[in-house]
């Protein structure tokens, strides 16, 4: 039998190149790219001073050996904390934790400690000396791997870092384990989404399964 060739019905397109603006109220860019887990990173300076932030480029890479990893636009204090000790922590941002998630965004001086500010306690990881937030169900200790200033297509050198970690432990709330298998859904994690303060929640009723063919 013969098959009919199908077609998109046509759209009303907006283009923009991004070197030259979008041309919109609001790049769309990040809002597009969505929804990004939140990147909760605790460091720790040379100095012992402590730091939280929230970077909203994060994700995980590899399997073996686990590889997670964050870019920041700018040289922040994280990145310099990471670049003296090497080690940080990963912190799960639930919707329980949102508020605090985001108190610990404000710009402050480096000896300022973000867990004061948003009211979070701390407490100390296994292998690096890097304390991870309390309240967040689930941590993972991270080790440097490397650090790579992120660079265009003709090669001019970005105002950003990616920073990769080997993930050497991982602290789970067992409430959010059932039957030997974590359950993404119960904890209620966030994303973040675009414009300046969209995010997503993920919830058992957003959440839809699907098998893969092979």
């Known amino acids: 039998m013969e098959q009919k060739e199908t077609r998109a019905a046509p759209k009303d397109i907006h283009f923009y190149e991004p070197a030259k603006g979008h041309g ?7 809002a597009i790219v969505a929804p990004r887990p ?4 605790s460091s720790r300076d040379a100095k012992g001073n ?5 970077y909203s480029f994060f994700n995980a890479f590899c ?22 000790t090497r080690e940080f922590c990963w912190n799960l941002a639930t919707i329980d934790l949102a508020r605090q998630m985001n108190a610990t965004a404000a710009h402050v001086a480096r000896e300022v400690n973000e867990f004061a500010i948003a009211g979070l306690t701390t407490t ?3 292998f690096v000396n890097v304390p991870r937030v309390a309240e967040s169900p689930v941590s993972f200790e991270c080790r440097l791997t490397e650090i790579i200033q992120l660079k265009g297509a003709e090669g ?3 105002e950003a870092w990616l920073t990769l970690g080997e993930v050497v432990a991982v602290h789970i709330d067992k409430a959010f384990i059932k039957d030997g298998v974590y359950h993404t859904e119960l904890a209620r994690p966030i994303a973040r989404a675009g414009r300046r303060g969209d995010y997503f929640e993920v919830t058992p009723e957003t959440m839809f399964e699907m098998v893969r063919p092979d």
């Open 63 to 84: 399997y073996t050996p686990a590889i997670v990893g964050f870019s920041s636009t700018g040289w922040k204090d994280t990145i310099a904390n990471v670049q003296e």
């Open 156 to 158: 001019e050198q970005a």
């Open 38 to 41: 939140i990147g909760w990173i």
């Open 50 to 54: 402590i730091n939280l932030a929230p």
């Open 124 to 126: 100390p990881s296994k």
């Open 24 to 30: 919109l109220k609001h790049d769309p860019f990040n």
